[in-house]
């Protein structure tokens, strides 16, 4: 079995550099998942956090202050990943991701290769994934490390994420009311449980309970199955893994798993822009398997040229699919609602009569 397990910063870092606690504890843990047979990747926040407790500067706000405080801090988590790991005989092989590594097809398709050939290794490799912080740009940022351990979860076609954090589940209210309980299992992420999302992460970390809810979207989609655990006892990995009970939140994966390029098509590349589409265009996307055409759009949202990535949306706000417009917004306005014969005498050109093709589409 692959697990990706992925760790944020409030778990593992804190205002005095690294969590030496935790780490113990879960290097212990994740020694005894590979001993049990399993392979995992671990997603790692703590960069930036021990960069910054090693300079001794407050929490950085510039991009510039964050590379700094990532060059520093890289490091130093790896130096505590391959000093705790190398003891119980396993081996640790450090990857910095961004977002362009991920848009770029033949990049993509490199990084699963290299995971793919680390899980093979006997005794065994856990890669250590973290997006390249000392040199990513914004526009190039995952923006926190739980779409990037969603992501992860799809290059290596794993069975389990399993993200480990500062709470202990999704509540069904705000944990701090009286009366609020985990929610055990989400057989579907609809948009009444994202609206059990509270606010924002902690002062050390950038992702909150939305975050953690769009990584689960994306994973099970995939056809990985998510799981929110508390870090404050990382042995609960192998007691998931082995069909223990736990306590934490379950996401049931879609049961059928996306090839690599449908997986790339859909959550390698940023949205830039959403389409709401009338009932008609939605029945036609999820149960025909029909293209999407201009007649079936009631809105756009967003500024995108051809060829980028765009979230399909029922009018209700329900993402239904994700694909590649063949057409830039700025003409796709012009056309909304139109019969494909018009498009023509509208633009005075037509690339296609799909808008987005069902080629170039993925059915969430």
Same mark, same amino acid.
């Given at each position: ?82 000093? &705790? ?5 396993? $081996?640790?092989?450090? %990857? /910095?991701?961004? *977002?362009?590594?991920?848009?770029? @097809?033949? #990049? ?120 929110? &655990? ?5 042995? $609960?990995?192998?007691? %998931? /893994?082995?069909? *223990?009970?736990?306590?934490?939140? @379950?996401? #049931? ?112």
């Amino acid at each position: 079995m692959i697990v990706v397990i992925k760790v944020g910063t409030s778990t593992i870092a804190s205002d005095r550099g690294l969590n030496g606690r935790f780490l113990l504890a879960f290097a212990g843990a994740l020694g005894d998942i590979v001993a049990r047979g399993h392979r995992v990747v671990v997603v790692t926040s703590g960069a930036v956090g021990a960069g910054r407790w090693r300079l001794s500067v407050p929490r950085p706000r510039t991009i510039a202050e964050k590379q700094a405080a990532a060059a520093v801090g890289q490091g130093l988590l790896m130096h505590a990943y391959e000093s &705790l790991l190398a003891p119980l005989g396993v $081996a640790s092989a450090q %990857l /910095l991701l961004t *977002r362009g590594d991920l848009v770029d @097809r033949q #990049r993509y398709l490199n990084a699963r290769t290299t995971l793919h050939a680390l899980l093979t290794y006997d005794p065994p490799v856990v890669p250590i994934v973290n997006e390249n912080d000392s040199v990513a740009v914004e526009e190039l940022k995952f923006g926190d490390n739980d779409a990037l351990s969603a992501l992860v979860a799809g290059l290596v076609d794993a069975d389990w994420l399993v993200m480990l954090t500062d709470v202990a589940g999704l509540f069904d209210r705000p944990p701090a009311e009286p009366g609020a309980r985990i929610v055990p299992e989400v057989d579907e992420i609809t948009p009444a449980v994202e609206a059990l999302a509270g606010g924002s992460g902690s002062d050390l970390g950038t992702g909150g309970m939305a975050t953690k809810l769009e990584a689960a979207k994306i994973a099970t989609s995939s056809g990985t199955a998510v799981a929110l &655990l508390s870090g404050a006892n990382p042995a $609960a990995v192998l007691d %998931l /893994l082995e069909e *223990r009970p736990v306590a934490g939140t @379950r996401f #049931r994966a879609r049961g059928d798993r996306l090839e690599a390029r449908r997986k790339w098509l859909a959550f390698g590349r940023p949205v830039r822009g959403t389409l709401v589409l009338d009932d008609g265009a939605v029945g036609a996307v999820l149960r025909s398997g029909k293209s999407l055409l201009p007649a079936g759009i009631s809105e756009l949202a967003g500024e995108f040229e051809a060829g980028e990535a765009v979230s399909l949306r029922a009018g209700d706000g329900r993402e239904v699919a994700r694909g590649v417009s063949n057409y830039a917004s700025v003409d796709l306005a012009r056309i909304l609602g139109k019969r494909t014969v018009e498009i023509e005498d509208i633009l005075g050109f037509k690339v296609a009569d799909e808008v987005v093709h069902r080629n170039n589409m993925v059915v969430l």
